[in-house]
């Protein structure tokens, strides 16, 4: 009984709790005996904030005897990516600079979860500052992936997703940056979306990248993740980015037909060397798609080529000056054996950020140098621009576009750590959605065996901008007629 | 373009990062083989000049210049952040040298 409590959908837990099938304190036992039976293994969290949840869990108990109305994400244990500001509560973003760091004001995410009731599960692992594909990154040692422990979860919300896979809560939030919400949701064969941005607030979110970073939901189904984008999504006034386009809640029009719909499929996406396994489960998939009545037309995105290269000059840039907040003055880690103010620096941020953040703010600073920034920075922009252009142009001969999420399969620890590059191609498919600004939904499509584990293909559909309403859909049309979202992990079969 | 040991050095003090002399040599060939990679984006045809810094369009996003208290919970918060302090103010070493 208790490994199933904490793998309900939304819904169900919902209907339970009002049916008085279960209480509240039931799911959150369940939910921590499962964390107590496999984090050893999985090593998805940073962070529990058990005692909280149990004592949140009796309030919304007693509401319930008391006949109280609850709002939807009432009661619902939720784990949040630790580059979320959490009053109170240890924010790391996975970097040793942050280890004793406490958070002095909740994130506009995590405002509006407290607003509905949701009950904090503890903080998840990343890539340090989210900087990463495959959360090996964190300063705290890799999440291992629940369909194989010797394999990656993707990342940088690896402990999100892995977290959400092996039902140690209902749901989680992530960041993506150039697919950090998408590709852990394919490796771990969840549900990921990347809203577009603007949609949701940055506020308290530990910036990476200011101009691509975006929060979102990851979660067992589409349904889930449409509920919790509804819950999450609209203005705030601490982020001067946030959009007041999108109001209305999008979870209505799930069940909405998709016949006629017009999917394209970009050649530009089934690329050479793709892993020819997740090629033929995504083209499966999308032969699906028309069973279901869409449309599925060709189309082209000339410039997806170029979008990586973007992606890595303007993203680094963006974090060389992001990063350079952290300095050992205010908050964070200060070196000790700094024999003047100029030392306080460099030995405070040699000694707490890691080699990926280093190498990122390295470049970042390169490109942004005076001699190089017009041909780096300023060409990056225009490039940016075109490739903008590119998904515009497309979307007046399609109302979504489906491709590939990861052109791998789950890899193994170490497999692709030891060249960066090797690392940024990963995430060729997602990229361009960041670049571009538009929103990206990742389902579950198919699994592959490997070494004697069957491990999970994720497929991708990109939106126009604010359109989440469309790809939700098709994802949840797709989903009902298929049983994919369905399997559970290998760490599943471990008795709680 | 392969970048030099001596831009290497130049950036780091830039960005004030203490880097080791392996950790110089390995950036030195990453940062090139990045560079190298991302040369691509001279190949494309753009307009110059021709972007902008906001994708969704938003234009003059303005906001009350007013001052907002600080809550005594928050204020302490902020105190207890600090890494070294002396009363309510913020440690650090001396800008200026006798």
Known sequence: ?496 | MPISRKDIQHIANLARLALSPEEEERFENQLSSILEYVSQLQEVDTVQGEYQYQVEGLKNSMDQDEVRVCDEDTRQGILAAFPERAGDLLKVKGVFHE
């Open chain 1, 1 to 496: 009984m208790s490994n199933t409590l904490s793998a309900l959908s939304i819904r169900e837990f919902r209907e339970g709790l009002i049916k008085k099938e279960f209480s509240c304190k039931d799911v959150i036992d369940a939910t921590y005996d499962r964390i107590h039976a496999i984090e050893n293994d999985v090593h998805a969290f940073l962070t529990l904030t058990e005692e909280s949840a149990r004592a949140h869990a009796n309030e919304v108990d007693k509401k319930i005897a008391h006949g109280a109305d609850l709002a939807p994400l009432e009661g619902v244990p939720v784990a949040l990516k630790d580059n979320m500001m959490t009053k109170g509560i240890r924010t790391t973003a996975g970097s040793k600079i942050l280890d004793a760091y406490t958070a002095v004001y909740d994130a506009g995410v995590v405002q509006r979860l407290k607003k509905q009731g949701s009950i904090l599960v503890g903080k998840t692992n990343l890539d340090e500052f989210a900087m990463g594909s495959s959360t090996e990154n964190s300063a705290y040692g890799p999440t291992k992936n629940p369909h194989d422990l010797s394999r990656v979860p993707g990342g940088s919300s690896g402990g999100s997703a892995a977290a959400v896979a092996s039902d140690e809560c209902i749901f989680a939030l992530g960041s993506d940056t150039g697919g950090s919400i998408r590709l852990p949701a394919s490796l771990c064969g969840i549900v990921g979306l990347k809203p577009t941005y603007g949609s949701v607030s940055r506020h308290g979110l530990i910036a990476m990248a200011s101009s691509l970073d975006q929060i979102g939901p990851m979660t067992r189904c589409v349904e889930d993740a449409s509920m919790v984008f509804d819950a999450i999504k609209g203005p705030d006034p601490f982020d001067s980015s946030s959009a007041c386009a999108q109001t209305k809640p999008v979870t209505p029009y799930l069940n909405a037909s998709i016949k006629g719909l017009r999917i394209g499929v970009p050649e530009e996406y089934f690329i050479d060397g793709m892993d020819a396994d997740v090629e033929r489960e995504v083209r499966t998939a999308i032969s699906h798609l028309k069973s279901l009545g869409a449309t599925v037309i060709p189309i082209n995105l000339p410039l997806s080529q170029y979008a990586l290269s973007v992606y890595y000059v303007l993203q680094p840039a963006e974090v060389s000056a992001n990063i350079s907040r952290f300095d050992g003055i205010r908050y964070g880690y200060r070196t000790k054996d700094a024999k003047d103010l100029a030392e306080v620096y460099t030995h405070s941020r040699g000694g707490g950020l890691g080699q990926e953040v280093r190498r990122r703010i390295m470049l970042g600073t390169y490109v942004l140098a005076a001699g190089y920034y017009d041909a780096y920075y300023k060409k990056a922009q225009e490039v940016r621009s075109s490739v903008r252009r590119d998904f515009y142009n497309a979307f007046r001969l399609c109302d979504c576009i489906v491709s590939p999420a990861s052109p791998v399969l789950p890899f193994l620890l170490g497999e692709k750590s030891a060249d960066p590059l090797t690392m940024y191609l990963v995430d060729i498919f997602t990229v361009s959605a960041n670049i571009a600004g538009i929103p990206g939904l990742v389902v579950p499509c198919g699994f592959v065996e490997r070494q004697g584990h069957a491990l999970p293909v994720g497929m991708q559909f990109l939106g126009r901008h604010f359109d989440e309403q469309t790809i939700l859909r098709v994802g949840h049309q797709y989903e009902k007629s298929t049983e994919w979202h369905k399997r559970k992990p290998a760490i599943s079969s471990v008795n709680t």
